[in-house]
């Protein structure tokens, strides 16, 4: 894929992804006055500790934090509160989270790290005082980006550029390093007959997934032939075909239908995988359904026959 047009998709479900957050229940803790003093309502601690990090109020973060309360908690889109801080431009914020030891280069749940969320608002002071700190400039979101992929000014590309130049970083190497790795697990899995399938803790995504959502097709091929499940649900009930719909995976897609993965399953909101699909692939899917259809009733008539 083009970077240009990686950038555009990337940008755009950033766009999705922040929207979401404007209308949290943890923004309007941060933002809302209380209509009703009487009406007491109970908030999540980490909700609470990200909204007291939104506002900037650092003396109540900082009792939050004495209190057990963990810096690298995240929302329901796994924005934890340095992304917010560095997607606010709020420098200062960014400066003591940083130094209490939070994790910089935490990925949220479509793998934007920090400086990945900096990078695409162009804000270059941030940027540099993250990378002075150990920011991964390497790191790969879920649609295949660096950093430097979506960086939106040639001041910021600069910066990055001169800090993988320093540490001599094979750019096309790191992009595909996640599928190598998937890989080699999918063919020892394959060998040894036995799915090792590591879940993920907090999302419940399977390899077949993260394999499907990213367009790994090498990776997806052996993992179906060793049997991986095509139609397992993660924590939010989406199966890999939700996963490659959403993410424009065309030949994810026809893989999993291919390989009789259930069209009609929804997830926890009711959504099929018509229902979360890239616009650009409904007509396909409609297509693969009619396929599939096909497939199904001839698998049928060869039973009745066979029977008879």
């Given at each position: 894929m083009p970077m240009e047009t990686r950038s555009s998709n990337a940008l755009f479900k950033r766009a999705e992804q922040l929207k979401r957050w404007e209308e949290s229940e943890t923004n309007r803790v941060s933002s809302d006055p209380p209509k009703d003093k009487k009406k007491?309502?109970?908030?999540?601690?980490?909700?609470?500790?990200?909204?007291?990090?939104?506002?900037?109020?650092?003396?109540?973060?900082?009792?939050?934090?004495?209190?057990?309360?963990?810096?690298?908690?995240?929302?329901?889109?796994?924005?934890?509160?340095?992304?917010?801080?560095?997607?606010?431009?709020?420098?200062?914020?960014?400066?003591?989270?940083?130094?209490?030891?939070?994790?910089?280069?935490?990925?949220?749940?479509?793998?934007?790290?920090?400086?990945?969320?900096?990078?695409?608002?162009?804000?270059?002071?941030?940027?540099?005082?993250l990378i002075e700190h150990g920011a991964d400039v390497a790191a790969v979101n879920n649609d295949g980006d660096l950093p430097i992929d979506i960086a939106e000014s040639e001041e910021m590309e600069e910066l990055l550029q001169a800090e993988i130049d320093r540490q001599e970083i094979d750019c096309d190497a790191a992009r595909t390093e996640e599928e190598h790795i998937m890989l080699e697990d999918a063919k020892r899995w394959a060998n040894n007959q036995y799915i090792e399938d590591c879940i993920h803790p907090k999302t419940g995504a399977t390899a077949l997934h993260v394999a499907a959502a990213k367009g790994y097709i090498r990776v997806m091929s052996i993992l179906i032939k060793a049997g991986a499940d095509v139609n397992a649900q993660d924590n939010d009930d989406w199966t890999p075909l939700h996963a490659a719909a959403h993410w424009g995976q065309r030949e994810a897609c026809e893989m999993l239908v291919e390989s009789l993965a259930d069209m009609t399953i929804v997830n926890s909101a009711g959504q099929t995988c018509f229902d979360v699909a890239d616009p650009e692939l409904v007509k396909v899917l409609e297509e693969l359904k009619k396929k599939q259809n096909s497939v199904s009733q001839l698998f049928i008539y060869l039973f009745i026959i066979n029977i008879k």
């Open positions: 007491k309502i109970r908030f999540s601690d980490g909700c609470v500790f990200l909204a007291a990090c939104a506002s900037g109020d650092k003396e109540e973060v900082e009792r939050l934090l004495s209190q057990g309360a963990d810096i690298n908690t995240a929302n329901v889109d796994g924005l934890t509160a340095l992304h917010q801080a560095c997607i606010d431009d709020n420098y200062e914020m960014v400066q003591f989270l940083v130094e209490h030891n939070c994790d910089i280069n935490k990925g949220d749940n479509e793998g934007w790290t920090p400086l990945h969320a900096t990078t695409s608002c162009g804000i270059l002071s941030i940027a540099r005082y």
